[in-house]
Every structure is written in C-alpha cells, then in structure tokens.
C-alpha cells in the first residue's frame, strides 16, 4: 500500500518570524513531529534547524530563509510569504499581485473600474478568476472601504471621502438626485423667526434646478432626500457612511443646508490648508530633532515598552504602533484563565482597540516578561499581573476577597467595639476597613462610605453626632 504524505510537513512550514513567531513554529513542528516527543525535545530540533539554515550548510536544513525580510524563515518547499508583508511575490513579473501592487498604489476604485483594469490588462484570461483572487481576503490585494465603497491596495490607507468622485451614474434615485441637488451652496430653510415655505432658500434652489415649482412636491421631495448633519463650529458630525450617501447634509452650528458635493469641496479647501501649515511647520522645526519613535520599531519582540515613559507599542518589527494604555490596564486586571480562554479574552480586547493581525502568543510571551501577566498554578494558567499581586497580597495578610456581607459587618463590628461604647466615627472603623480597601482601588469606594454602608443595612451601625454603636 502506498504510503501517503502526511498532512503537515516541516519543509512546508509558512513564512513565520524565527523569534517573535517562534511559538507558532515550535506549534507548526509539534504537529509534524512524533506525539511521543517532549516539549524539550522539539525545541532544540527548531533550534537545530534554524541554526542550521543560518550556516553554511544551509542545504541540509528543513527551513530557508526568507529572500527579503530578515528573521523570517519558512519551509523549504514552501514559498516566500511576501504578499504577507506588500513585496512582490515569486513568478512572472505581470501576476495579479505584482500589477495591482505597482497599479493600484494610492488610488481607489469602483467594482466595474477594478473590473475594467483587470479586464484590460490580462485580456486572454478569466477575468472573473482574476476578480475574484484581487479582492479575495486571503489574497492581501484589494481591500473594500465601507464609507466610500470603493476598492484600495490593502496596505494603503483608505481614500477620503472628499477624494473620491461621486458615482452619479449607476442609474440610481441617490445618483440622480445628487446630480440635482448636489451642489447645492449653504442656504437657510428657515429665513425668519419661523418656517415659511415661500421664503425657504432651499425649495427656491431645488424648484430651480428640477423644474418644478409645486411647493408641496418641493416639500415631499426635500424630504425623500436622504440626509446627515455637521457641526461646522464644534468639529462633532454624523458618522462617515452616513455622509457618503447623504443627499443633503445639515450644519447644526449654521443652521444651514449644503449639498454633499459642495461639502466635499469645502473639505478639500480644508485639507489644503492644513497641508500648508504642516509645511510651515516642517520648515520652522526643521533643525529640531524628530520624535523619540525610534523605541517602537527596536529588537524582534511582538510587544515592546519605552522604560522613559512607559507607552506600549505593538506589532512585527517595522510596522509596530502605540497601543493604548487602557488596554494594558484591563489585560493587568484579568483573573485566572486557563490558556485557551486567556488568549480568546486577549484577542477581544485587543480587537476593541483597533488592533489587527493579532498574535496573541507573541503577544503573551512578551507580556509576561514585561510583567503585564503572569503564569500560575504551575504554569497552566494566566493572571494579569495586577490581579496576581493583590491576590497575593490578601492572601499573605488574611484578608477577605470579597466584600463584606451584612452579617460579616455586624460580626466584626461586634468584635472591635463593644455593643454598649460609642467610639469616634473614623477612630477603630479605619482598621476595620482598610482590611476591605485594598481590592477596592479605584473603585471610588472610601473609608466613610464603607461604615456608611453599615449603618445603612439594617441597622448595624446606628450613628448619633459623628460617633456610631454596635446595634443590639
């Protein structure tokens, strides 16, 4: 019978990073390995490998490395991942990849513009084949923007609505009412104290441009016009695919109506001044040293720390960002999970702050050894760190994790401070409660309003001119 090949081979490993990556590696060399072979012994054959393809017998090893960007290796049957990473690719210099890549760079385009280019450049194959593979999600090609509908290199970011030519010819009512209305300047739809349709500068603009002087069709027909607003005093507007398909948009701050291709015009206006002050900018701080980015883009690490100022930035090496402290702080406070959850609950809260292309093992590795988490129960589970070091804490000193009961108020009350003696009100009461106050950092919960909370259940504490007694 013959042998079949088997489902995951070291020469077809992927392209991966030789060490921020290499958890996935030791993973992806798990599964081709025997089951019976320990975690010791697969490490030192990635090690062995590795270095095998760093020497010169570079032929002997499973692995290759990557033609272009340094640290990465894959497997020897395996291509050079560098679409992953917006090379150009392996083969014929006019591929789809290569072509929209040189092409597609800074521009953005329609369903049938995309079409057309492909249509165009490749006339003898399958142009739907070719579609399909550009805009795919796996391909790393053509990426969609919700706001603009329109198709962008995915490495690119994506065009800005006053950029990007209106559509007015797909034979929809939007389009024909945008070429219509759209350029419609700032006017009132209320002249005076209160609304009179024959003075509305906005019906006499639309009766000029439809033809039609009807006032109650104008009426109808201004509000079938899909609308969005603006505050052109506050900065505060709509969300963005909203204005898009806006046929009509609103300045809350004017108490105007403008058209959404006169909007876009305005923006642009806008754009060219702040180009111009970035540029005055530029020249009058040219001398001054650049920002201290350098931090972010050092070493092989997944996730890497300033020790000056202690942001956090995130990311492959070269293509890192800041990552926003709130989101360290909730990882600090995780409680005990085991692995796979730890890693599900990561990912989600970094999806929330923007962050994509996870890899949460990297991200795991570095972060315990920046004390952001912490292994525990033998190394088979993960704590944030913060959690870890009060958890500790109120184990060392006994005290409770939990807040108090109104029987445990009444019973230690009853302890410190005999039923029949009134104390001061913040005199034996600290003691008692600086026990509970510890878990309750940043929770705005004080020392007073914690004896306050047990005067108020039931009776425990009954209060008499700043002083407090035990209830009978």
């Given at each position: 019978m013959a042998s079949q090949e088997k489902a995951f081979s070291i020469e077809k490993m992927p392209t991966l990073h030789e060490s921020v990556q290499r958890d996935q590696i030791f993973d992806f060399f798990r599964k081709c390995l025997p089951k019976s072979f320990s975690r010791e012994k697969v490490n030192k054959i990635v090690d062995s490998q590795i270095a095998l393809a760093h020497s010169s017998n570079w032929q002997r090893s499973k692995l290759r490395l990557h033609k272009t960007m340094e640290g990465?290796?894959?497997?020897?049957?395996?291509?050079?991942?560098?679409?992953?990473?917006?090379?150009?690719?392996?083969?014929?210099?006019?591929?789809?990849?290569?072509?929209?890549?040189?092409?597609?760079?800074?521009?953005?385009?329609?369903?049938?513009?995309?079409?057309?280019l492909i249509a165009e450049r490749f006339p003898g194959r399958n142009t739907l084949t070719l579609y399909n593979r550009a805009i795919s999600k796996d391909s790393n090609m053509m990426k969609l923007d919700r706001v603009t509908k329109r198709w962008h290199w995915a490495f690119d970011a994506a065009p800005k609505l006053e950029d990007v030519p209106p559509d007015t010819d797909d034979g929809s009512k939007y389009a024909e009412r945008l070429k219509l209305y759209g350029t419609m300047p700032r006017l009132k739809n209320q002249t005076g104290e209160a609304y009179v349709r024959e003075e509305s500068e906005v019906l006499k603009f639309m009766a000029e441009k439809s033809g039609n002087s009807n006032l109650d069709w104008l009426e109808a027909e201004f509000n079938r016009l899909s609308y969005a607003w603006i505050?052109?005093?506050?900065?505060?507007?709509?969300?963005?695919?909203?204005?898009?398909?806006?046929?009509?948009?609103?300045?809350?701050?004017?108490?105007?109506?403008?058209?959404?291709?006169?909007?876009?015009?305005?923006?642009?206006?806008?754009?060219?001044?702040?180009?111009?002050?970035?540029?005055?900018?530029?020249?009058?701080?040219?001398?001054?040293?650049?920002?201290?980015?350098?931090?972010?883009?050092?070493?092989?690490?997944y996730l890497v720390r300033n020790e000056d100022t202690w942001e956090y930035a995130i990311?492959?090496?070269?293509?890192?960002?800041?990552?926003?402290?709130?989101?360290?702080?909730?990882?600090?406070?995780?409680?005990?999970?085991?692995?796979?959850?730890?890693?599900?609950?990561?990912?989600?809260?970094?999806?929330?702050?923007?962050?994509?292309?996870?890899?949460?093992?990297?991200?795991?590795?570095?972060?315990?050894?920046?004390?952001?988490?912490?292994?525990?129960?033998?190394?088979?589970?993960?704590?944030?760190?913060?959690?870890?070091?009060?958890?500790?804490?109120?184990?060392?000193?006994?005290?409770?994790?939990?807040?108090?009961?109104?029987?445990d108020l009444k019973l230690v009350f009853q302890r410190m401070v005999p039923s029949s003696s009134l104390v001061p009100f913040a005199d034996r009461a600290k003691e008692f409660v600086s026990m509970y106050l510890v878990q309750l950092n940043g929770s705005g919960i004080t020392e007073k309003l914690l004896v306050k909370e047990a005067w108020k259940r039931k009776g425990i504490v009954k209060r008499e001119d700043g002083m407090f007694r035990i209830a009978a």
């Open positions: 990465y290796v894959h497997g020897r049957y395996a291509k050079d991942a560098t679409a992953l990473f917006d090379q150009p690719t392996d083969g014929r210099a006019d591929n789809v990849h290569n072509f929209l890549q040189t092409e597609a760079r800074g521009k953005s385009y329609s369903r049938s513009e995309l079409w057309s505050n052109s005093l506050t900065g505060e507007k709509d969300s963005e695919r909203d204005i898009a398909r806006a046929n009509r948009i609103y300045d809350r701050g004017t108490k105007e109506w403008l058209g959404p291709l006169t909007y876009r015009e305005e923006l642009k206006q806008t754009d060219d001044v702040c180009d111009d002050a970035k540029k005055v900018i530029e020249v009058d701080e040219a001398d001054e040293p650049e920002a201290d980015t350098a931090w972010m883009q050092e070493g092989y690490d990311g492959l090496p070269g293509r890192r960002r800041v990552l926003d402290p709130d989101a360290i702080s909730r990882i600090e406070n995780l409680g005990i999970y085991d692995e796979k959850d730890a890693h599900q609950l990561i990912t989600k809260i970094l999806k929330e702050y923007a962050v994509s292309g996870i890899k949460v093992e990297a991200f795991v590795k570095n972060a315990v050894e920046l004390a952001i988490l912490k292994w525990v129960n033998g190394g088979d589970d993960l704590e944030g760190y913060q959690t870890y070091r009060s958890r500790t804490t109120r184990e060392k000193y006994g005290w409770p994790s939990r807040l108090p009961s109104e029987f």
